[in-house]
């Protein structure tokens, strides 16, 4: 056997082989480790050729010699390890990778040991195959069909949410590939499956190619293109649209980083498509922006899935807003502004169901403040040319000074003005007032005086007070807060005002 034999034999082969390492140079849908793990792959299909050519040419040697004895199961496994490799192209392996390598790491001192065992095989003095007289002869083979079938398993998981085109072309020939292989092993036809490999990884390459194409390459949910394209292709069986948008991305990425950003879309898109439901397809269109597309559908499968989806997403800390619209008269791309109107409109609501939340969580805490400090807030409101349209005086300022309601205590600036203590009033209204008219913005209220409470005591108080004002200086809020000074003032002026 020659080398120039060698190349003439595995011609159409080899220059597959060739043809598609250098196509991965062009690569600009696959992930650096698929490139990488394609050319192993390669590299081990150009291998077993070799090995089959040397082992085939052993074989009229009249006597038996080790070149042969550690080709043969080297020949053995390497068929399910270019499996393997194959599955490990679109990275099928990442959990419980130990367990799906296992069975080729415990077969392979049993099938490099058999010659001595007799498990499976053996070669004679004069270089002889010899089959064990059992089932065990069919190990090899089983072990590698084994692999095809795990590998048609992992591949038909990994692109469920593909319909059964996206995935027919690739499933054809390796379920041909694997039939062709079983028939030569039933009518015991020595083989060599180099090329049947290499066409078999040309055909996968290709069709994971134009599937990642179709990806989202953070989600894995399919892209914005597909959404295009779906929406056009398959408007007769599409008869329902969901538009979703995820909540406080860009606050996520401002604060912890682009990192949990991105985490928080993987989260989102896993509990979207959490079930796999048939004959539906999940998109991320954009930032935070996903889409739903179901296919013959009613309106009750639609909402269950929704209220699933929105169960998935309470146990994350992530909000979705959601919107959907059935399909009539085919019709989807109206049925697709529709949901975007419903989502918006959810997402105002969200956002407004939010800052009450924040709000109320707000006052209380600020109530809380008071409490333990024994002080009371006052606010009021201005119009655009600085006309006072309310006051409010908090509950806690009211208990302060014996009042329980607004029935008896009304929100209106007479009711703490007429309670001044007439040798305060002037000066206090005066500080209050001129801290209004101040329109630079400089001034702050900052007055002690006494204000007579319900049981008729005079008691001391301090008071401050700040406004937020229009961009022109007109007052818009004036805030402040009492603080119970009575026991401080003991043995002090009374008359003194601040």
Same mark, same amino acid.
């Given at each position: 056997?020659?080398?120039?034999?060698?190349?003439?034999?595995?011609?159409?082969?080899?220059?597959?082989?060739?043809?598609?390492?250098?196509?991965?140079?062009?690569?600009?849908?696959?992930?650096?480790?698929?490139?990488?793990?394609?050319?192993?792959?390669?590299?081990?299909?150009?291998?077993?050729?070799?090995?089959?050519?040397?082992?085939?040419?052993?074989?009229?040697?009249?006597?038996?010699?080790?070149?042969?004895?550690?080709?043969?199961?080297?020949?053995?496994?390497?068929?399910?390890?270019?499996?393997?490799?194959?599955?490990?192209?679109?990275?099928?392996?990442?959990?419980?990778?130990?367990?799906?390598?296992?069975?080729?790491?415990?077969?392979?001192?049993?099938?490099?040991?058999?010659?001595?065992?007799?498990?499976?095989?053996?070669?004679?003095?004069?270089?002889?195959?010899?089959?064990?007289?059992?089932?065990?002869?069919?190990?090899?083979?089983?072990?590698?069909?084994?692999?095809?079938?795990?590998?048609?398993?992992?591949?038909?998981?990994?692109?469920?949410?593909?319909?059964?085109?996206?995935?027919?072309?690739?499933?054809?020939?390796?379920?041909? +590939?694997?039939?062709?292989? *079983?028939?030569?092993?039933?009518? =015991? @036809?020595?083989? #060599?499956?180099?090329?049947?490999? $290499?066409? !078999?990884?040309?055909?996968?390459?290709?069709?994971?190619?134009?599937?990642?194409?179709?990806?989202?390459?953070?989600?894995?949910?399919?892209?914005?293109?597909?959404?295009?394209?779906?929406?056009?292709?398959?408007?007769?069986?599409?008869?329902?649209?969901?538009?979703?948008?995820?909540?406080?991305?860009?606050?996520?990425?401002?604060?912890?980083?682009?990192?949990?950003?991105?985490?928080?879309?993987?989260?989102?898109?896993?509990?979207?498509?959490?079930?796999?439901?048939?004959?539906?397809k999940v998109y991320r269109i954009g930032g935070d922006e996903y889409a739903v597309?179901?296919?013959?559908?009613?309106?009750?499968?639609?909402?269950?899935?929704?209220?699933?989806?929105?169960?998935?997403? +309470?146990?994350?800390?992530? *909000?979705?807003?959601?919107?959907? =619209? @059935?399909?009539? #008269?085919?019709?989807?791309?109206? $049925?697709? !502004?529709?949901?975007?109107?419903?989502?918006?409109?959810?997402?105002?609501?969200?956002?407004?169901?939010?800052?009450?939340?924040?709000?109320?969580?707000?006052?209380?805490?600020?109530?809380?403040?008071?409490?333990?400090?024994?002080?009371?807030?006052?606010?009021?409101?201005?119009?655009?040319?600085?006309?006072?349209?309310?006051?409010?005086w908090s509950p806690e300022f009211r208990k302060m000074i014996g009042y329980t309601?607004?029935?008896?205590?009304?929100?209106?600036?007479?009711?703490?003005?007429?309670?001044?203590?007439?040798?305060?009033?002037?000066?206090?209204?005066?500080?209050?007032?001129?801290?209004?008219?101040?329109?630079?913005?400089?001034?702050?209220?900052?007055?002690?005086?006494?204000?007579?409470?319900?049981?008729?005591?005079?008691?001391?108080?301090?008071a401050i007070g700040r406004l937020i004002r229009y961009e022109n200086g007109v007052?818009?809020?004036?805030?402040?807060?009492?603080?119970?000074?009575?026991?401080?003032?003991?043995?002090?002026?009374?008359?003194?005002?601040?």
């Open positions: 056997m020659s080398i120039v034999t060698l190349t003439l034999n595995n011609y159409i082969m080899i220059a597959e082989l060739l043809g598609l390492w250098v196509m991965l140079d062009s690569n600009v849908h696959l992930k650096k480790r698929t490139i990488t793990a394609t050319r192993i792959v390669i590299i081990l299909i150009f291998s077993e050729a070799v090995f089959w050519a040397v082992e085939r040419w052993t074989r009229e040697i009249g006597y038996l010699t080790w070149t042969r004895i550690i080709l043969t199961p080297t020949i053995y496994l390497l068929h399910p390890i270019i499996v393997l490799g194959i599955m490990d192209m679109a990275e099928y392996l990442k959990k419980n990778k130990f367990l799906v390598y296992l069975p080729v790491l415990i077969s392979a001192p049993l099938l490099y040991t058999s010659q001595w065992t007799h498990l499976f095989y053996w070669f004679d003095e004069n270089n002889l195959y010899i089959a064990a007289d059992s089932i065990l002869r069919y190990y090899p083979y089983f072990l590698f069909l084994a692999y095809v079938l795990i590998f048609i398993g992992a591949f038909i998981v990994r692109y469920t949410k593909y319909g059964a085109t996206e995935r027919k072309g690739i499933l054809i020939s390796i379920v041909a +590939a694997s039939i062709g292989a *079983v028939m030569h092993i039933v009518f =015991e @036809m020595d083989v #060599d499956y180099s090329t049947l490999f $290499a066409s !078999l990884l040309i055909i996968y390459y290709l069709s994971l190619y134009v599937l990642t194409a179709k990806e989202d390459t953070l989600t894995h949910l399919l892209n914005r293109q597909c959404y295009y394209a779906d929406s056009e292709n398959h408007k007769d069986q599409i008869s329902a649209v969901v538009s979703v948008d995820m909540n406080d991305l860009k606050k996520i990425n401002d604060t912890q980083g682009h990192g949990a950003g991105d985490k928080a879309l993987v989260t989102v898109a896993e509990c979207l498509t959490k079930g796999r439901m048939r004959n539906k597309f179901y296919m013959n559908k009613t309106e009750d499968d639609v909402k269950k899935d929704i209220e699933s989806m929105k169960a998935e997403l +309470a146990k994350t800390p992530y *909000v979705c807003a959601f919107g959907y =619209e @059935m399909v009539s #008269d085919s019709d989807v791309e109206k $049925a697709m !502004l529709v949901a975007d109107r419903e989502m918006y409109t959810n997402k105002a609501k969200l956002k407004k169901d939010k800052e009450k939340k924040i709000a109320a969580h707000k006052e209380a805490t600020i109530r809380v403040m008071h409490e333990a400090l024994g002080s009371g807030m006052w606010s009021m409101e201005f119009d655009e040319d600085g006309k006072m349209t309310s006051v409010d309601d607004e029935s008896d205590f009304p929100n209106k600036l007479e009711s703490w003005s007429d309670l001044l203590h007439p040798d305060d009033k002037a000066a206090v209204l005066k500080e209050f007032n001129d801290t209004i008219s101040d329109y630079s913005g400089e001034r702050n209220y900052d007055v002690e005086y006494r204000l007579k409470v319900k049981s008729g005591e005079w008691r001391w108080f301090h007052p818009m809020s004036y805030v402040g807060m009492f603080v119970d000074i009575t026991e401080k003032k003991n043995g002090y002026d009374k008359n003194q005002i601040i």
